[in-house]
């Protein structure tokens, strides 16, 4: 029996707190750049891997990360787990009712953005495929594929942490692009997992390209319907019968193992089977935050920065290092997300700073570029250097994305700031719902006395956009909004619960403000404009206090308007 | 590049798989019994390992579990990093100032559990060890050191699981069992590191015995004292300038791995470092429950399963079944576990039946026992057929502690139940303040006005109890109390707080009811009696919302009295 030996157990445990220090040490410091984490994961494996250690200390490289031997699988077991686990969280983050509600806007934008740079990336790698880093051996319509799907491909979890660091990402705003983005990326991953069985590198079971396709449509399909089903009834009864959230956290990780195992079994990569599991997972509404909580802290804290930095330690960074290349792909990749994103928008009618917007945010690649290029890398299908390229290319456009996405919105005509809106805002300091249900017609009921329209038309289609995704925004604060036809003026009602109504917000806290909002027509998503605003003012931990202790309208208008000092960068919290 | 084929990639998580899913599964209905959850865990791996898979379907044993090669190698890597995370749990679970606060008692206790079984276990095994199992090869002394050693050591994670369920976890009796559990395992464990050494089987760098046994002394002496102040001071700065909670987990998995990784440097098993660290991190009064919850049900549910699932692959449990050796070890580690507890307590002043039920609580193994069985296993020190009986004790002794104890506790003498402290309580309907230390100061002075007591000797005495170790028994309910010189009865006013008060929880939720408990004298233990059917109680999710609308005191007496329906098993929530 080979078991790991007591000098590979040191090893092997030592290599992996060195990485995981490291890369989460300047994962947290590129954070504190307003930087994507991964880039400082990443960074980690360049350090410890070939390209700093290897080179300035051959002997301890050798010794931490060996190229062979038991501490290789050991570490290629970790990080494979890893990126099966993660790939599992991305797909929990997707919420696929989202597609439906945003419904032409985000299929618009998402098939355009999604398209264009398919078809520009596919020309460019069958025109110029040697130039673009084509391994000598690969077939040249698998590369040309292969390119075009790494460019079409966004990062759902950056493009979501970029939303959520700016304070949209459960507006209107941010739902459009999100809903692309994942749209783009559910299509995007069954186009990949195709190319997968094209390069031939997983066991093809004596059938054909055909059979492999057929097989991946069918298991997305299945676990979609009836997996995603099953799996809404059930996690109830493991809330019910065992401990919770235990057996929910166990039940979520069995599930994508088992799927990972199976897509890998029909000769597509373990990875889609735990991003569809992960899909199907996410969209109960019966999964609860507290388990999501659990489930991406461990694994984004813990899994994601191993195997971020197990990439870093595959390849040397500065002998592959192309600077031509580099600069190639880069304008490639963001010259056609760019145009998708904004062409996509411009066609679903959005003005034009928004449809920027939306194209810089769809243009962020990050975590997934550089798994399918490492796949690609694997297969025998791109060169080093072109694999080095895209880390380059995906970093680049993940670290591009927060600042421009915020120049564009800055551009766009300000219609209404939070004072002005305080200043003509109705206030209710004492509500006495105890649930999420209830308030929403004890505010909305509020409003239509004063304001004369019908009540339960406005409370319905503020409860239906409730439930399409909450907006509970976190640090106590929901905001629940609605358009609402013969309105004449946009009308806000701050709302003030001394015990806290659970609005399902990301941190698990109860909502104590409630900014209902109503809106006249379709065409506002710019109304919300002082809704990262307010998320900004109540990241101060004191401030929810001082509301809550406030005496007066005028007092909580004061408050709220002073806290907002005008600064436009996010807050260093 | 030796990395894992697909094939291997497939069968790892196939195999992952189905370990978690079974070991969660049947964990969980150990647990539907009142069994600990290791009985179900180990199972799934006696199903899936050579014992019944493996005799039955040998091909698909060996499919999904070879004996050799890249896969072995993989779940070897898998377990040992289970086990390494599982022990930094249980080492947070150790509360370091409980031992001082229970000063004598618990180190009476702890030392007479320890020396006692020591003993008779060293003898037995020095006079008969090829009845007990000694492995031909293995020296006699070591083989009486180890055996004695698994004979002391308490199993801390089942005996507070087993005090949790009971409703005693905070009681001052559970604070007894809990710190000589303590006591003995942390020397247990230094005694073990010791042994391991003496077994050779770690790289011992050309040193002898003595500077095995000097690192391993100073390697937990730096880590309790210098270590634990570090980490102490870091956790507050990594909650102010990195991601909470995220960082903090990630810090206290990169200390126990790399502690790990050292211990098994200097010789010693890497569990011992991982125990250590977890023991410094769990100290650490900045850690918050939140932190505390999810590397708790991360690890306990994902990685504590996987490796007890994988104790079962490794050993054909049938074949080395022997009746006579379980019935010897399980007549030897209770007889001598029992006596040391209960000579220990009445030693320490403890009536009789007290002093049984500490002897059944700190009598349950589990978990430890088992590692270590293995880890002799390994080293060739003992016989397949005395594991197989170390695991039969460790199972059974666990498995009979709670009714054990729940059996001693019943033939106390019973002095208060809840019906008749609720009719004796003062009430507080409108607490008014917001934090821990300020309702303790409230609800005492409120007391002393209506008693004629010195208010502020009483809020220290009650403060001084909280700051060893918080009173929040979860589900809205907090216990604060203490002694108080002068009283002639004892004195229970409940609290009631509408907004909720954080006394940091075990669930993390405020506590809207507050039964603050003054004694009279020191030796009134059983003056707390009623707290588990308080528990009891407000585990019925409708409770608290009855009580916090009740309109008069005699309502609130009604409904808890009521709430008591005088069943005496732990409800089945």
Known sequence: MEYLTSHNVMVMLLALGLMLGLARTLGELAQRFHQPAVL??????VILGPTILGNFNPELGALLFPLHGPNLIALDAVATLSVVLFLMVAGIEVD????WKQGRAGFKIGSSSMVIPFVMGFAAAMIIPRALGRHEGADNLVFALFFAIALSISALPVIAKTLMDLGLYRSDLGMVVVSAAVFSDLAGWIVFAIILSMMGSGPTHGNGIAMIVFNTLAFAAAV????RLLIH????????????????ISFAIVLTLLGAAFTEWIGIHAIFGAFIVGVAIGDSTNLREHTRVILENFISYIFAPLFFASIG?????????????????????????????YLGARWSGMPKWDSMAIGVGLNSRGAMEIILGLLALNAGIIRTRLFVALVVMAIATSVISGPAMKYCLDKRKK?????????????????KSRTHREVIEEITQFASRRKGFDAQMADGAVWAREKALNTGIGNGVAIPHAHIKGLTEPLVVVGISKQGIDFDSPDG???????????PSQNSIEQLEFVPEIARIFRDPGMMERVLLAKSRLELIKLMANGDNGSNGPSPS
């Open 96 to 99: 696929l009712s989202t597609i």
């Open 233 to 248: 009834k059930t996690i109830p009864f493991l809330q019910k019968y065992a401990k919770w959230p235990g057996s929910v």
């Open 509 to 519: 806290n109860p909502a104590h403000v409630i900014f209902l909002i109503l809106m």
């Open 224 to 227: 979609l319907t009836i997996g």
């Open 415 to 431: 219609t209404w700031r939070l004072r002005e809106v305080l200043s003509r805002a109705l206030f209710m300091q004492h509500l």
């Open 40 to 45: 400082g994961e990443l960074l980690a494996g």
């Open 313 to 341: 330690l595959k390849v040397d960074f500065a002998e592959h290092f192309d600077a031509g290349l580099v600069i190639l792909v880069l304008a490639i990749a963001c010259g056609c997300k760019l145009a998708g994103g």
